[in-house]
């Protein structure tokens, strides 16, 4: 996989030497137009949060999830030489286990809808990546060790980090380009083009990055 990234960043490191950056034409608003409505307007979405981050300052939205991902990489590369933990305890009462799963149901249900709406209402694909890492941080204090790991393993979640990440560049340097998807119907679940699935690619690889690591921690650490 690393030389997919290598490739993805040769290819965003072209675009900034030979594509011209879009200028707004102020003109374009009107006078009495304050920001966030002329932030509302060029992205098409009600969240100006979420239209400043994913089309305003994408460059930085880029290299912060590429942030991420090296932080992910760093903290498996230094515990990997390290000695795992000898014993890695749980949650054994039941009450506990109860509250905790509890928990993780209801912040997965959360972080779906971050990622599925935060273009429409406060929300976004970093905070439903959080929520997810926090859900799957209830299930590990209350599974075992390697039941998390077979999971991990069985559905490529490594994999799938990755892929999501590398679609969320190719994106971003297309829609920086100057190509984008038709904003539609403000208000609506179906607009706001290319921000909703930037979202939910955010947050798929926030959560399975947050999985990663908490894998990591207790394998060396136990729970913290």
Do not use: C
């Amino acid at each position: 996989m690393k030389w997919l990234y290598i490739i993805a960043g040769t290819v965003l490191f072209i675009k900034f030497l030979i594509m011209p950056n879009p200028i707004a034409d102020i003109s374009d608003f009107s006078p009495d137009l304050s920001v966030v409505e002329a932030v509302v307007q060029d992205s098409g979405v009600p969240n100006a949060v979420s239209g400043i981050i994913f089309r305003n300052r994408l460059y930085d939205t880029i290299f912060e999830v590429i942030v991420f991902t090296i932080a992910i990489m760093g903290a498996q590369f230094l515990l990997a030489n390290e000695r795992p933990f000898p014993t890695i305890h749980q949650f054994t009462d039941q009450p506990s286990i109860v509250l905790a799963r509890l928990g993780a149901t209801i912040s997965a249900i959360v972080g779906v809808e971050l990622a599925i709406r935060g273009h429409l209402s406060p929300g976004g694909g970093f905070a439903a990546g959080v929520a997810g890492g926090t859900a799957i941080g209830l299930v590990a204090i209350t599974s075992s060790s390697e039941w998390m790991e077979s999971v991990y393993q069985r559905w490529h979640a490594a994999t799938g980090e990755k892929v999501s990440v590398l679609i969320f560049i190719i994106l971003s340097v297309i829609t920086l380009a100057g190509f984008e998807l038709p904003h539609g119907e403000l208000g609506e679940l179906l607009s706001g083009g290319i921000v909703p699935i930037l979202n939910i690619l955010v947050a798929i690889k926030v959560a399975l990055g947050s999985w990663a690591v908490i894998l990591v921690f207790i394998r060396y650490r136990g729970l913290l």
